[in-house]
């Protein structure tokens, strides 16, 4: 980002640490696999020769096995898959869209394994006094958590801050605790919210 915006300050302080749950993961050989996360890459077994389905293009890029569906995000998921099963969802302690359940009601047979947590760690004191403060700020909300995360730990959200969303969830969670709208990302992607941080940096800077 600071070669694409020369002049940019950028002020890095996650909220969410990723560790593995240490859970054996046993796949029956038959079962597809349900990534929704990068991160479920990470601790998942090898999947090779498995049917993968995929939230995310750099989920699926990094999953392993046969790729069948990319979808946009968890609601997409559930409308375009239509396998019988069984699958296996690999997922966080924290997640959202109940794949698992809402599959399930369609008679597809999953079940799920949380292979990782995500472990809240406070905003650094930099990180607050920035967005408090009166200076220009883009600020990315990557997940509804981290949105919720950050907006609880500030006092208050300064005039000059431009927060993006990488979806409505994540809006919602910001509203919710901020009531100021976000600008959103049309598409939940990655690739999408880097080029909106730019823009809204070049922004501030013309």
């Given at each position: 980002m600071a070669e694409r915006v020369p002049g940019v300050?950028?002020?890095t302080?996650?909220?969410i640490e990723i560790v593995g749950t240490g859970v054996a993961v046993d796949l029956p050989p038959e079962a597809g696999v349900i990534l929704t996360s990068q991160n479920a890459v990470v601790f998942a077994p090898d999947l090779a020769g498995r049917d993968v389905y995929c939230v995310g293009k750099k989920t699926?890029?990094?999953a392993g096995g046969t790729?069948?569906?990319v979808a946009?995000?968890?609601d997409d998921l559930v409308a375009r898959l239509d396998v019988p099963g069984p699958l296996v969802h690999l997922r966080g302690r924290h997640a959202r869209g109940n794949i698992a359940e809402r599959l399930a009601r369609r008679g597809i047979a999953v079940s799920e394994v949380v292979v990782y947590d995500q472990r809240e760690t406070p905003l650094r004191t930099e990180a607050v006094q920035v967005i408090e403060g009166v200076r220009p700020v883009v600020l990315p909300l990557w997940s509804p958590r981290s949105a919720d995360i950050v907006a609880r730990s500030l006092s208050r959200v300064?005039?000059?801050v431009h927060p993006i969303a990488l979806?409505?969830?994540v809006a919602e969670a910001w509203i919710d605790r901020i009531g100021s709208t976000p600008e959103v990302c049309d598409n939940p992607d990655g690739d999408e919210m880097v080029a909106r941080i730019v823009a809204a940096l070049l922004g501030e800077l013309a």
């Amino acid at each position: 980002m600071a070669e694409r915006v020369p002049g940019v300050e950028i002020v890095t302080s996650p909220v969410i640490e990723i560790v593995g749950t240490g859970v054996a993961v046993d796949l029956p050989p038959e079962a597809g696999v349900i990534l929704t996360s990068q991160n479920a890459v990470v601790f998942a077994p090898d999947l090779a020769g498995r049917d993968v389905y995929c939230v995310g293009k750099k989920t699926a890029a990094r999953a392993g096995g046969t790729v069948r569906l990319v979808a946009q995000d968890a609601d997409d998921l559930v409308a375009r898959l239509d396998v019988p099963g069984p699958l296996v969802h690999l997922r966080g302690r924290h997640a959202r869209g109940n794949i698992a359940e809402r599959l399930a009601r369609r008679g597809i047979a999953v079940s799920e394994v949380v292979v990782y947590d995500q472990r809240e760690t406070p905003l650094r004191t930099e990180a607050v006094q920035v967005i408090e403060g009166v200076r220009p700020v883009v600020l990315p909300l990557w997940s509804p958590r981290s949105a919720d995360i950050v907006a609880r730990s500030l006092s208050r959200v300064g005039t000059n801050v431009h927060p993006i969303a990488l979806s409505e969830a994540v809006a919602e969670a910001w509203i919710d605790r901020i009531g100021s709208t976000p600008e959103v990302c049309d598409n939940p992607d990655g690739d999408e919210m880097v080029a909106r941080i730019v823009a809204a940096l070049l922004g501030e800077l013309a």
